[in-house]
Nanobody, 125 residues
Framework: QVQLVESGGGLVQAGGSLRLSCAAS????????MGWFRQAPGKEREFVAA????????YYADSVKGRFTISVDNAKNTVYLLMNSLKPEDTAVYYC??????????????????WGQGTQVTVSS
């Protein structure tokens, strides 16, 4: 079965950096879309970033573009989200997700087939 396990969350001051990891197992992920979503207290879940496993294409929410970078390490079966210049507004539980290859919109959480359990990111002002 597919498993996604996030790690790397924590507490950081505004302007700092964190790198989240998503360890993926149970499938070969060629051409899968891997996504990061987040949910802050009292807010709806929102799209953060996505990447095709091959690394050929990537996508970012406007709120994080230029600050966050999504990447894949194929040898480690791991997806990363490098978060720079963090803001208090980035505070949320961050979730890793995976979607089988097919046409569709990568920014919609309901289009994804597998989810991790989340990791907390807290940014202090």
């Amino acid at each position: 079965q597919v498993q996604l396990v996030e790690s790397g969350g924590g507490l950081v001051q505004a302007g700092g950096s964190l790198r989240l990891s998503c360890a993926a197992s149970g499938r070969t992920f060629n051409n899968y879309v891997m996504g990061w979503f987040r949910q802050a207290p009292g807010k709806e879940r929102e799209f953060v970033a996505a990447i095709v496993w091959s690394g050929r294409s990537s996508y970012y929410a406007d709120s994080v573009k230029g600050r966050f970078t999504i990447s894949v390490d194929n040898a480690k079966n791991t997806v990363y989200l490098l978060m720079n210049s963090l803001k208090p507004e980035d505070t949320a539980v961050y979730y890793c997700a995976a979607r089988v290859p097919r046409p569709g919109t990568v920014v919609l959480g309901e289009s994804y087939d597998y989810w991790g359990q989340g990791t907390q990111v807290t940014v202090s002002s």
